[in-house]
Structures are given as structure tokens and as C-alpha cells.
């Protein structure tokens, strides 16, 4: 005999949108919970693809079964069942949908399902040649589109789905490859209003530098945006001399030429503090950040800093910096 949660996932393929609209909404309620999750999951075989099925229907369904999807992909293993019968493509193909009203809700979903190795995978389209990275590019393109101005802004959770996939060796470098430009779309959007938009930035920006030793001539191709993204929030908030913005290029010292308001967020200064550590670790990148008068930015930064995490990822690249062998300014004040 059937149990009353088998009954309620089978009501998921009633033909009467009555009962799907009915057993939908309760499997939504059961997934904003632990015990819930638990329960479902004994019937992940039947109520994941009778989910998935209703991702294309209207809304009053769409979304009820996008938000238990989200709430299940929370699970690893349910997530890689999810991966595993092709979620990523029907969540792409929805998105995509010129009618498609749930499009923040399967962006995160996205970004669950690439906490997941193979997530990355299947969202990179690993293994399929002619169609490797196209996803990958729909997603920047529409990052960099939307308006974080709008009320809703379906897109902005992207921002943490390049984190997870920057995470990985064939991220960083689809990201990386100068023919298709997508850091310097991304980079772009290191000033949004949205704090969930600056962190995945931040966050991408960060991983894409643990490829300075093999990448850094595509990482200081796109220079002009690359420093100001990394410095200005690590730059604190005062305004800097004449003297200083002279030895800077334009776009750095324009900025900082004004009060700014402070970056709040200490992941983000530490991210960009560790960025730099990466790229100055190779001595054509210590060069580059030299010739922005970047150890200056550094050392006036670090003074207005009182986050004991974010101070320590000042020390560490002041450390660095004055150990190193690279072409310093030896009037320049170090970090103490």
C-alpha cells in the first residue's frame, strides 16, 4: 500500500491542475524543513523528474516546484541526483524561455548544483566540443545585462555560480581565454548596488588569479578594470594626494581623487588583498602593480583597517612586498 508521501508525489502528475497545484505547494512546505527534506528524499526517483516537469508549466506551479527543487538541491546527494538526469540543461533551456517567470529561482538553483564537481562539469559542458562553454557565456552575457536598477533582478545570484565554477581548473581558464572575453564582462560589475553581484565578482576574480602563474598576460590584458576592481576596495576611503593619483593611471586615480563610500563587506577586501598577492607573486605582476602606485593604495588602506581578517591579508601582502626581489621604490613606506 502506497504511503501518503507516495500519494503526494504521485499527485504531482495528476492530469487535473487542481491536484498538481494542491500537491505542489505542499512539497513546497515540506522542503522548508530538515525533517521534511528527510522524508522526501525516500522518494527521490519519482519526485525529482515530476518536479522538473513542472518547471515548464505556468506559474502557479513553475514556481512552487522551482523553490522545493532549491530547497532539495540543498542536499549534496539529492543535488547530484539532480545533475546526474540533467537538471542543468532543463534549467538552462527554461531560463532561456522568453515566457519564463522563475529565472532568479533556477539561478540558484544553479548555484547549488555547481557546489557539485560534476555540477561545474555539466554547466561547462565538459566533453561536448562544439558546445563547450556556450552556457557559461548565456549566463555572463545576461550577468552583465541585467539591471541590478530593476526590482527584481533575476540574474544577480550568477554572480555566485562563477564563484563555484571558477573554483576548477577548466573554469578559470574558459573564463580566462582572451577570445571570448568574459572577466573583462564580469569585472565590469565590480560597482553594482548588489552586494550578492560584488561578492561573486570579488569572489570569481580571486579564484581566476590562482592562474596568474600560467594566465598573467591575459590577466593584465585587461588591466584597466583589473586594478580598479582590486584596489578601490581595498583603497579605504580618504582622499589621496595629488602627488600620489600622478603615479596612477587614470581610472584609479580619478576615483580616488573623492570620499568614497567604504567597501562594508571584509570578504570582499579579503578576496581582492589575496588577488593581488597572486598576480605580485610573479614578477611581471609585481611590475604591473608597482607602475599603479598599488603599495601605496596598500599602505593607506591598511591604516583606516580595523578587521583583524582583512588586516592580516594586508600584512600578508606587505610581507611580500617588501621581501621581494621586483623593482620597489625604496622611498616608499612599508605596512608595520
Known amino acids: 500500500m502506497a504511503t501518503e508521501l507516495e500519494e503526494l508525489v504521485e499527485f504531482l502528475s495528476s492530469p487535473s491542475p487542481t491536484v498538481t497545484k494542491a500537491a505542489v505547494d505542499i512539497v513546497r512546505g515540506l522542503t522548508g524543513s530538515e525533517d521534511g527534506l528527510q522524508s522526501l528524499a525516500n522518494y527521490?526517483?519519482?519526485l525529482l523528474p515530476s518536479l522538473a516537469r513542472l518547471l515548464a508549466g505556468k506559474k502557479e506551479v513553475s514556481e512552487p516546484a522551482a523553490e522545493a527543487l532549491v530547497n532539495l538541491s540543498q542536499n549534496s546527494g539529492l543535488a547530484a541526483k539532480m545533475v546526474e538526469m540533467g537538471m542543468i540543461n532543463a534549467a538552462m533551456d527554461?531560463?532561456?524561455?522568453?515566457?519564463?517567470?522563475?529565472?532568479?529561482?533556477?539561478?540558484?538553483?544553479?548555484?547549488?548544483?555547481t557546489q557539485l564537481d560534476v555540477g561545474v562539469a555539466s554547466l561547462l559542458q565538459t566533453g561536448e566540443e562544439k558546445?563547450?562553454?556556450?552556457?557559461?557565456?548565456?549566463?555572463?552575457?545576461?550577468?552583465?545585462?541585467?539591471?541590478?536598477?530593476?526590482?527584481?533582478?533575476?540574474?544577480?545570484h550568477v554572480g555566485s555560480v562563477l564563484v563555484n565554477i571558477?573554483?576548477?581548473?577548466?573554469?578559470?581558464?574558459?573564463?580566462?581565454?582572451?577570445?571570448?572575453?568574459?572577466?573583462?564582462?564580469?569585472?565590469?560589475?565590480?560597482?553594482?548596488?548588489?552586494?550578492?553581484?560584488?561578492?561573486?565578482?570579488?569572489?570569481?576574480?580571486?579564484?581566476?588569479?590562482?592562474?596568474?602563474?600560467?594566465?598573467?598576460?591575459?590577466?593584465?590584458?585587461?588591466?584597466?578594470?583589473?586594478w580598479p576592481a582590486l584596489l578601490l576596495p581595498v583603497a579605504g576611503n580618504k582622499i589621496y594626494s595629488e602627488q600620489d593619483r600622478s603615479k596612477m593611471p587614470l581610472e584609479l586615480g580619478s576615483a580616488l581623487s573623492i570620499e568614497r563610500e567604504p567597501v562594508?563587506?571584509?570578504?570582499?577586501?579579503?578576496?581582492?588583498?589575496e588577488a593581488i598577492y597572486l598576480i605580485s607573486l610573479q614578477e611581471a605582476g609585481l611590475r604591473a602593480f608597482w607602475s599603479v602606485n598599488g603599495p601605496r593604495i596598500i599602505q593607506?588602506?591598511?591604516?583606516d583597517e580595523e578587521d583583524p581578517k582583512v588586516m592580516g591579508a594586508y600584512e600578508q601582502l606587505g610581507s611580500m612586498l617588501i621581501n621581494s626581489s621586483g623593482t620597489e621604490d625604496p622611498t616608499t613606506e612599508t605596512l608595520n
Not at 527554461?94 to 548544483?113: C, E, Q, T, W
Not at 548588489?194 to 570579488?202: I, Q
Not at 593607506?300 to 591604516?303: I, K, S, T
Open 44 to 46: 527521490a526517483k519519482m
Open 264 to 273: 562594508d563587506d571584509p570578504e570582499i577586501r579579503v578576496q581582492a588583498l
Open 166 to 226: 571558477s573554483k576548477q581548473e577548466a573554469g578559470r581558464k574558459l573564463l580566462l581565454d582572451p577570445r571570448r572575453g568574459l572577466l573583462k564582462q564580469i569585472i565590469r560589475q565590480f560597482d553594482s548596488s548588489s552586494p550578492l553581484r560584488r561578492k561573486g565578482v570579488s569572489g570569481t576574480i580571486r579564484n581566476c588569479c590562482f592562474e596568474a602563474e600560467s594566465q598573467l598576460q591575459n590577466l593584465l590584458l585587461i588591466s584597466e578594470f583589473l
Open 94 to 113: 527554461i531560463l532561456y524561455k522568453p515566457d519564463s517567470s522563475i529565472g532568479r529561482l533556477l539561478a540558484m538553483l544553479l548555484v547549488n548544483l
Open 300 to 303: 593607506v588602506g591598511y591604516e
Open 131 to 156: 558546445m563547450q562553454g556556450l552556457y557559461v557565456m548565456k549566463l555572463v552575457r545576461s550577468f552583465c545585462r541585467s539591471s541590478d536598477e530593476a526590482r527584481e533582478d533575476p540574474f544577480e
